[in-house]
């Protein structure tokens, strides 16, 4: 496929910027006892809207890989030098991710590994050596098998005193292989297995392998609008794939499922094309404002929400009854609670939340700070 010299989009930015701050939504809610049901994640199987969030990042990240790394290469850095680069901020997303894991405590005994930006960092990697080491065929090639063969583990791997095909919490073939390698070191709200374990990165690969195919799409010689209806095309037919596939192996994120990854990577694949043919095929772009301040510095903004997020639950506020509560929990009783239903109120407390780290974002963007990890 015949490309262009990689330009930035300013779609991809705010497509990146609405993600994140969508999950940092997500994620702090003012109490997780009254949640509306699309704001919380899918038990197992079945999806809500919170559960598109990660999928859609690292959808994102790959279209982002596909830019940035073909800017480098065809400014003629060699690949010793670009594999230097790369290692050095897996090393970093994945450091980051165990600091967030321990802080405040700093328990390394119980660390639990896997998580997030973990998750990100792998993905980072490997899809970065397919990248190099292929092109749009071998990408593909890549892609299908590491879906098909994620599902062929899944389905008929048989599992020592379980046996092969089972799906359930902690039975299944990706929570025995953590429970080989991640004893002890897995999220503590299931212990026997953990949603960012070792084999459910494989398909989460091929989600940030979509990424990179859609980018190599948007890097073509295409015009603008055969772009936007090849990514509304491709986009149906993965979520419909998506949907059929689910009688044989489930839409599920906490192992992200092959089908999971078909069909979350169709929804964001429509998501950017649309993103794509209003702000930078028409030009409609100043609505984005607060998106794209949010999306030039997207891990920097998780980071920083997430520090904040487990600082306001460490910090103990004293009652006038003697009783202590955290911070966070004061806060929202004080300022949330008496002002509306319970639900609306831990929503409120959430778009607050989400303000506050807008701020930051701000601050970052007008002194043109963007922190590169």
Request: hydrophobic residues 55%; proline residues 4%.
């Given at each position: 496929?015949?490309?262009?010299?990689?330009?930035?989009?300013?779609?991809?930015?705010?497509?990146?910027?609405?993600?994140?701050?969508?999950?940092?939504?997500?994620?702090?809610?003012?109490?997780?006892?009254?949640?509306?049901?699309?704001?919380?994640?899918?038990?197992?199987?079945?999806?809500?809207?919170?559960?598109?969030?990660f999928?859609?990042?690292l959808?994102?990240?790959?279209?982002s890989?596909?830019?940035?790394?073909?800017?480098?290469?065809?400014?003629?850095?060699?690949?010793?030098?670009?594999?230097?680069?790369?290692?050095?901020?897996?090393?970093?997303?994945?450091?980051?991710?165990?600091?967030?894991?321990?802080?405040?405590?700093?328990?390394?005994?119980?660390?639990?590994?896997?998580?997030?930006?973990?998750?990100?960092?792998?993905?980072?990697?490997?899809t970065?050596?397919?990248?190099?080491?292929?092109?749009?065929?071998?990408r593909?090639?890549?892609?299908?098998?590491?879906?098909?063969?994620?599902?062929?583990?899944?389905?008929?791997?048989?599992?020592?005193?379980?046996?092969?095909?089972?799906?359930?919490?902690?039975?299944?073939?990706?929570?025995?292989?953590?429970s080989?390698?991640?004893?002890?070191?897995?999220?503590?709200?299931?212990?026997?297995?953990?949603?960012?374990?070792?084999?459910?990165?494989?398909?989460?690969?091929?989600?940030?392998?979509?990424?990179?195919?859609?980018?190599?799409?948007?890097?073509?010689?295409?015009?603008?609008?055969?772009k936007?209806?090849?990514?509304?095309?491709?986009g149906m037919?993965?979520?419909?794939?998506?949907?059929?596939?689910?009688?044989?192996?489930?839409?599920?994120?906490?192992?992200?499922?092959?089908?999971?990854?078909?069909?979350?990577?169709?929804?964001?694949?429509?998501?950017?094309?649309?993103?794509?043919w209003?702000?930078?095929?028409?030009?409609?772009?100043?609505?984005?404002?607060f998106?794209?301040?949010?999306?030039?510095?997207?891990?920097?903004?998780?980071?920083?929400?997430?520090?904040?997020?487990?600082?306001?639950?460490?910090?103990?506020v004293?009652?006038?009854?003697?009783?202590?509560?955290?911070?966070?929990?004061?806060?929202?009783?004080?300022?949330?609670?008496?002002?509306?239903?319970?639900?609306?109120?831990?929503?409120?407390?959430a778009?607050?939340?989400?303000?506050?780290?807008?701020?930051?974002a701000?601050?970052?963007?007008?002194?043109?700070?963007?922190?590169?990890?």
């Amino acid at each position: 496929m015949n490309s262009v010299p990689a330009k930035r989009l300013l779609s991809l930015d705010a497509f990146r910027g609405l993600t994140m701050a969508v999950m940092i939504l997500v994620n702090n809610p003012g109490t997780y006892r009254a949640v509306y049901s699309q704001l919380r994640h899918a038990p197992w199987n079945g999806w809500t809207f919170a559960d598109t969030i990660f999928p859609a990042f690292l959808y994102i990240m790959g279209v982002s890989t596909a830019f940035s790394l073909a800017g480098r290469k065809e400014k003629g850095i060699p690949d010793s030098t670009l594999e230097l680069r790369i290692v050095e901020r897996t090393v970093i997303l994945f450091l980051l991710g165990l600091f967030l894991n321990s802080y405040p405590i700093f328990h390394l005994s119980s660390l639990r590994i896997p998580g997030v930006l973990q998750r990100i960092a792998l993905c980072y990697l490997f899809t970065c050596q397919i990248m190099l080491t292929s092109a749009i065929r071998g990408r593909i090639a890549w892609l299908l098998g590491l879906l098909l063969s994620y599902w062929a583990a899944m389905r008929f791997f048989p599992v020592p005193e379980i046996g092969a095909g089972m799906l359930e919490p902690g039975a299944n073939f990706a929570a025995w292989v953590d429970s080989l390698f991640l004893s002890g070191h897995m999220w503590s709200h299931y212990e026997t297995w953990d949603p960012e374990g070792i084999v459910g990165t494989i398909p989460a690969i091929a989600s940030t392998l979509l990424g990179v195919l859609t980018g190599d799409w948007l890097r073509s010689r295409h015009s603008d609008g055969r772009k936007t209806l090849g990514m509304l095309f491709l986009g149906m037919i993965l979520l419909v794939s998506g949907m059929i596939l689910n009688q044989w192996l489930p839409i599920n994120k906490n192992i992200w499922s092959s089908t999971f990854a078909i069909f979350m990577a169709g929804l964001s694949m429509i998501g950017l094309g649309l993103f794509y043919w209003v702000i930078d095929v028409k030009g409609y772009k100043r609505w984005t404002h607060f998106f794209v301040v949010f999306g030039m510095n997207s891990l920097a903004m998780f980071f920083l929400s997430e520090v904040l997020d487990v600082t306001f639950r460490f910090i103990r506020v004293i009652l006038p009854d003697g009783s202590d509560i955290s911070l966070r929990a004061y806060l929202f009783r004080s300022y949330f609670e008496p002002h509306a239903t319970l639900e609306n109120a831990s929503l409120l407390f959430a778009i607050s939340f989400v303000l506050f780290m807008y701020l930051f974002a701000w601050v970052l963007w007008k002194k043109k700070w963007f922190i590169k990890i």
